[in-house]
Structure formats: C-alpha cells, structure tokens
C-alpha cells in the first residue's frame, strides 16, 4: 500500500497544516460511523463541529463494516512517494477489505465539491487492457462489499477503478470523464457489480465521435480511447448497468472471457443492463467477447451508435433484448472515414469458437435507422419478433443508405440455420426477397407509412395501432417443448401484457406509455466451477405493483419455504412509524405480499413501503440480501441481538 499517513496533517514532504489541535476523528449517522477524508488529513468543520481528518488511505485502513468514509471538500490526487529523482504516484491500493452484507464500507463525496483528479496523465498508447502494474486511482484486491458514491473525477488513465477477485462493489451517482476502462475487473472471483446513475463522459470534446477516424480509435494512434464505461478479463459475472448516461464513448462495455470450451458457460454470466442512455458511441455499446452468458439487455435508450450489439465470435446465450428503443440524429465522423454506415446487429463467419449453444431473444424494441439491421456474418439460435424495425427514406438525406434493409446479402451467405427466426416484426421497407424463400416473418407486417409520433426527440410512441406481436409465454427449459421461448427461470413466466392468444402490441412502447416487460432475471449458474465464491445471494430484481392488493416481488433465486409465516410489515413513506404487518406468500422466485383494500395505514401497492424479515432463505442456503434492490422502498430488518 502507498505509505500515506493515517495521521492528521502529513504531507508527502511532511508539511504541517496550520491546526496541530487534535479533535475527534468520527461521527455517527443514522447508526454508522462516519470518518472524515481530506486530501492533506487537516482539521475541518462539519455540521458545526471541528473534527481531525485523515487521508482517504487512513481512513480505510481504519474502516470497519458498516463505516462511511466521508470525503470532505476539495481536489483529491493518489498518493506521491518521494523517491531518489522524480516523484512518482501510486494507487491508493486497497487489499483484503471487507463490509459485510447490508453493512458495506462506503466511500462518499459531496458531488463537484469532492474532485478525484488521477495522477497518470500520460497515456500509455500500446496498453492492451488494464492490469496489476497499471494505473489506477482506487485498486482493490480480495475486497468485497464496498461502496463508491458522489464522487467527480477526472484524468485517471488507463482506470479509475481496479478490481482483481473483488466483489458486491457498487459505483453509484459519480460525474466522471476520461479514462480507457473507466472500471476494469480480473479474475473468476471478481463478480457482482452495480454501477447506477452514473455519468460517464470519456471525451468531452466529442471527437471521438465526430473527428477521430474509427480505425484510429479501434487499433491506431488513438487506441487508449478502446474500452468502456466497464471492462473485464475472466470473470464470473453479475454485472449490473443501470440509469447511466455514457457519453462520447468508443464502447459502452467490453467484456473478455477465456477461449476454451469448458468455460464458455461459467464466465460473463448474469448481466442486467437497463435503462441507460448510449449517447455518441463510436462502436460498441454492448460488446461481450468470447461469451455471454444470461445476459438481460432492456429499456435502455441508444441514440447515435456504430455497431449496436457486437456478437461476432461470441458463444454462450441466454440473451434477452427487449424494449429498447435506438435512433440517429447525425452521422459519425468526416466524410473520408470509411466506416461510418454502422448496423444494430454484428456477427461474423466463425472458424474459432462454437456459435451461441442456447437460445437468444429480441423482441418488441423500437428502433430507426439510417444503416442495416444485420450486414454480414453468422448466428444460430436467434429469435427475433415483435419488433418495430424503421428506416429512414433518403429524400436528398445524405446519411440514409438508400440499400439498408432487415439483412444484407452477407448474412447467413452459406445457407440459412434452422434456429434463426424472424416474425411477427413491423418495418416500412419490403422484407428481403429471402425471407420470403426462408419462411420468415409469415405473421409480419410491412406499413410504408408507419411512423413514430417523434423520434428525432426520442419519442418511440407509435403513431398508430402497430398490431400485435409475438405471445410471449417464457417456460423452464427442461419443460419445454417444439418452438416454445424458454428462460433459466423456475416456472413458465407469462407477460402481463400479452393480448391472449396474440402476443402485446408491437415495439417497445405500450398502449398506456409504458415499456414492454420480460421475464424477470434468474441467475444461471455456472456450469463448471471457476470460482468457490460465486454464489447467489437472493435479491430483489423486480416490483411488480401493477395489481389492485398484490405487490410482487422477484428475487434473482427461489426462496426456500419458511418454517413460519412470512411477516411483512408496510408502512406509507410519510409515516415510518405507522405499521401494518401481513403475511406474505412464497411461490419460487416469488414473494406476494398483501397490501388489503381499505386498510387502517391507508397504503396501496403503488406507494407502501416494506420491512421483510430476517431469516429468509434461497434453496441454495444463502440469505436474502438488499443489494442492488431497484426500489428504495424496500428494507430488510435489522437483526437483532439477543442480550
């Protein structure tokens, strides 16, 4: 570890601050301790009182499960060893530190008032990935349970963030720009990851997307920009990617497996990515190599992309995309640039690595275009339905390609599989004449004049009744049977929103406003074991409070049938003290929770909080937990400590 100071008022040429007095070092909010961060360790006034600081190094070698760290105003840099000749900076290296499940360590800044500013400002050009010997301003190694929030930063090349066999890290609510990888992690033991409302500018000047040629970006003079918002080398999984603005980015996220064959199922497993917007992405926005494994892809916004989806030489499945909604409003780069035509779909022919082995779903998205669906390459269990698929009409428009269409002659070249299926879309153009020769679309639509009530602005409204798509009924693999949709989960899952025996409208966008719904996540396990540590904990991925006296709750694992009743207690949010306990009902993944008409506390489904108990259970023995619950409102209860 970089030999800062635990103690007030060290400075690399050990400067004193003015203040020697030594005053309390912590606090305590809301039940945690709360120790104070400067730059310098001085002492500082916070809510009035005076407090000794020590340096954010200090602080986590002093931190306990459950503490907050709390950065106090001003411009944070890593530590500066003094050495024979110039300085040099180092991370601020974090090995071994825990919190504990619903006790994370968590390091918090006050928004623009707390800059981290990385000291590596020179860019090592030929760097292919981040690794141990790289930069970065935080790096943690064998650590789990902690929390970064409210932070801004800056200049930190090639990372910010280092992860090696870390896990349960969240990222939450920082400002950020620069950077290759922006969070890098390694190692099978390195899993569960959330990253929410996070920005993520990596060029703020945007010439990555207007200027710089894509080459140069992808293997020439501007390489360092190749990376994401997020990358990895051989991990497990469980990355989650939510309510995030990426921004003038080469790639959104890069994801690196190994090659061999019996690790294709354990590696890049369970990503949720959702409701994030893709801004100006100079190639990829969703980009897994190698494998992808279970992987939910939904509600999310594109606007202004290269490649969409880069699955060329990507093996695994289960991926399911749906309700996202992509537009163009400019082209990429300058005229002489080659490689501005860009498609939603990549593939390529594959000598190296076996085809996706389980099936892949898209359906009921919403996208224009001014460029291919799929240009070129090779898929195999590829289902595609339900989509509304437009393009733009050149009209003297420069950036329309006046050829884009479903799929160009290049795709499926040496004969089309049996398990790509396209039906049930909606476009403006004709099908493909091949389509018609491979029995696609039988039930799809082609409406010249169907439109969007206003996509330059991002409304996927449709103009007019788009007609129904495909039924959409998820069942358990083991049960199912013919060309039934199948899914991890642990019964058939049945969308809310299917007009029986025809499937929901077509596109993203609903007849009420809102999103087409999928099945909820259930994790897939990994099928060898590369990691001892990657276990589920159940947790919370949706809320459904859609019904008149039922609040659903999903959990990414099935809940083990309790002993005793499931003791719910619902409050509303003004009044936390005004309680009302129910009894809830366990059904798998399931937990239904009433919430009866008329009740004394005068909550609904739609505004009531929740306290769950302690003591449940997935089938797997782990205990519940509250990380990465999508609902604040929702808690579990303190334990509690028999005297």
């Known amino acids: 570890m970089a030999p800062t100071s635990a103690t007030p008022c060290s400075g690399s040429a050990n400067t004193l601050c003015y203040d020697q007095t030594v005053y309390p070092l912590d606090t305590v909010e809301n039940g945690r301790r709360i120790l104070f961060a400067t730059y310098k360790g001085d002492n500082r006034t916070w809510n009035g009182n005076i ?38 900076t180092e991370p601020i290296d974090i090995d071994g530190l825990c919190g504990e499940p619903e006790k994370p360590i968590t390091i918090r800044g006050l928004g ?60 939450r609510g920082l400002e950020a720009q620069d950077s290759q990888y922006f969070i890098f992690g390694r190692g099978y033991d390195t899993h569960h990851i959330l990253i929410e409302n996070t920005t993520w500018d990596q060029d703020p000047t945007g010439s990555i997307w207007t200027d710089v040629e894509w080459a140069d970006d992808k293997v020439g003079c501007y390489y360092f920009y ?67 494994v279970n992987w939910h892809i939904r509600h999310n916004i594109i606007k202004n992309a290269h490649a969409w989806f880069s699955f ?14 992509g537009y163009y409003t400019e082209e990429p780069g300058q005229p002489r640039d080659p490689n501005r035509g860009g498609k939603v779909y990549k593939f390529k022919y594959n000598d190296k690595m076996p085809y996706p082995s389980l099936p892949n779903y898209i359906f009921n998205n919403s996208f224009m275009l001014r460029s291919f669906l799929i240009k070129d390459g090779a898929t195999e269990h590829f289902n595609h339905a339900g989509n509304i698929v437009l393009f733009c009409i050149p009209d003297g428009n420069p950036i329309c390609n006046p050829d884009a269409a479903f799929i160009a002659a290049g795709f499926l070249k040496n004969g089309w599989n049996e398990t790509v299926q396209f039906d049930y879309d909606l476009t403006n153009k004709p099908f493909p004449e091949r389509f018609t020769q491979e029995n696609q679309e039988a039930n799809g639509c082609v409406d010249p004049n169907f439109q969007f009530e206003n996509v330059c602005q991002g409304n996927f409204t449709p103009a007019k009744n788009p007609g129904t798509g495909r039924e959409l009924i998820f069942t358990p693999a083991d049960t199912a049977t ?58 919370i991925v949706a809320v459904d409070r859609s019904q008149k006296a039922t609040l659903t ?20 949010p003004e009044y936390p003290d005004t309680k009302l306990t129910v009894t809830a009902t366990q059904n798998g993944q399931f937990l239904e929770i009433p919430v009866p008409e008329n009740n004394d506390i005068d909550v609904t489904p739609l505004d009531t909080c929740l306290i769950l108990p302690q003591g449940l259970k997935g089938t797997n023995g782990q205990a519940i937990t509250m990380w990465s619950c999508p609902d604040a409102t929702i808690s579990l209860a303190p334990v509690v400590i028999d005297v």
């Open 312 to 325: 060329d030489n990507v093996a695994g499945g289960y991926w399911y995309i749906y309700g996202n909604r």
């Open 112 to 171: 623009q008032r707390t800059q981290l500013v990385g000291a590596a400002m020179s860019i090592p050009p030929e760097m292919e990935l981040p690794n141990d010997d790289t930069y970065a301003f935080f790096r943690l190694e064998n650590c789990a349970w902690i929390e970064f929030e409210n932070l801004h930063v800056r200049g930190c090349w090639p990372t910010f963030l280092y992860l090696k066999n870390s896990r349960y890290i969240t990222v």
């Open 51 to 88: 407090y000794s600081t020590r340096t954010i190094a200090g602080c986590l070698r002093a931190a306990q499960p459950g503490d907050i760290v709390q950065l106090l105003p001003g411009t944070y840099w890593t530590p500066i060893l003094e050495v024979e000749g110039p300085e040099v």
């Open 226 to 292: 190749n990376g994401g918002i997020v990358g990895s080398d051989r991990i497990s999984g469980s990355l989650i990617l939510r309510n995030n603005r990426i921004i003038n980015s080469f790639n959104t996220f890069r994801l690196k497996g190994s090659k061999k064959d019996e690790d294709i199922l354990s590696q890049n497993m369970n990503l949720e990515v959702y409701e994030n917007l893709f801004e100006n992405t100079r190639d990829n926005p969703v980009e897994p190599e190698k494998s992808a």
């Open 553 to 572: 709750l999903a959990f990414s694992w099935p809940l083990a049938d309790s002993e005793d009743p499931v003791k719910v207690i619902l409050y509303p």
């Open 482 to 539: 013919g060309t039934q949709w199948t899914w991890p989960g642990w019964s058939a899952w049945t969308c809310p929103q299917n007009n029986t025996p025809n499937g929901p409208p077509r596109g993203a966008v609903q007849p009420n406003g809102g999103l087409i719904q999928g099945p909820p996540f259930a994790f897939y396990p990994p099928q060898t074991s590369l990691s001892q540590t990657y276990v589920e904990m159940p947790r």
